[in-house]
């Protein structure tokens, strides 16, 4: 039972444009919200978070938008660049789990010059 | 500098046999994880561990096993019950820093493929 969507595999975009990406979740008791980017062979690395408390988290690039009504989770990336290429996994906790993350399938961003 | 180093980072074995893989952090972290990723299917949560001594089962811990005698190794073992071995498998840790927040701190991985 997926506790973490992310429906869409795959998304390409040009070099300068906005990359966005989406996850929806099913619990609306998950306290905080992450994303983390991975390259191939390589472990995955966090990239942003939120509260569920905070409706966005902005860190250069990147803006994380949360929809708790919706409980819809969305990453913004603008402007793409080359080097964004990557897997894009979103995560989510539930405080009383002891820390433990859910993570989606994850998406496929390649950015294109 | 502190990390979380996996060995061995690609490593081939014959159907049946028990393979170990190691994982060693130094940033004095009190939790470990193993995941498991398989293409299309995301990181899947294999063990976990909030302290030494102490470790329970994820969502895919049939086939496998772990220890924690020493605060800095998890090593995981991957049993000849596990039914579908090949993966990649990832190591993490979590720190006092990030316990509310959830983050983890991952390795680089060890691909396992079993011929």
């Known amino acids: 039972d997926q506790q973490v969507k992310q429906n869409s595999p795959s998304l390409s975009v040009q070099e300068g444009r906005i990359s966005i990406l989406n996850c929806d979740y099913t619990n609306s008791m998950f306290d905080y919200f992450l994303w983390y980017k991975k390259y191939p062979a390589e472990g995955p690395t966090f990239l942003i978070s939120i509260s569920s408390i905070k409706d966005k988290n902005e860190d250069g690039r990147f803006t994380v938008f949360l929809n708790k009504s919706a409980k819809h989770l969305s990453l913004h990336i603008v402007p793409s660049q080359p080097g964004d290429s990557a897997v894009y996994f979103c995560?989510?906790?539930?405080?009383?789990?002891?820390?433990?993350?859910?993570f989606g399938r994850g998406t496929q961003l390649t950015v294109w010059p | 500098d502190g990390g979380i180093t996996q060995s061995p980072k690609y490593l081939f074995r014959k159907e049946g046999q028990n393979v170990t893989l190691s994982c060693e952090q130094n940033?004095?972290?009190?939790?470990m994880y193993w995941y498991r990723q398989d293409p299309g299917q995301g990181l899947r949560l294999i063990y976990y561990s909030q302290i030494v001594n102490d470790f329970q089962k994820g969502d895919i811990a049939e086939g496998y096993s772990v220890s924690r005698e020493k605060k800095e190794s998890f090593p995981l073992t991957v049993t000849s019950a596990q039914k579908n071995p090949t993966a990649f498998y990832l190591c993490a840790s979590k720190g006092q820093e990030t316990a509310n927040t959830g983050e983890l701190f991952f390795g680089e991985g060890s691909r396992l493929t079993v011929l």
């Open positions: 995560a989510v906790l539930r405080g009383s789990t002891l820390g433990r993350l859910y």
């Open positions: 940033l004095n972290h009190d939790a």
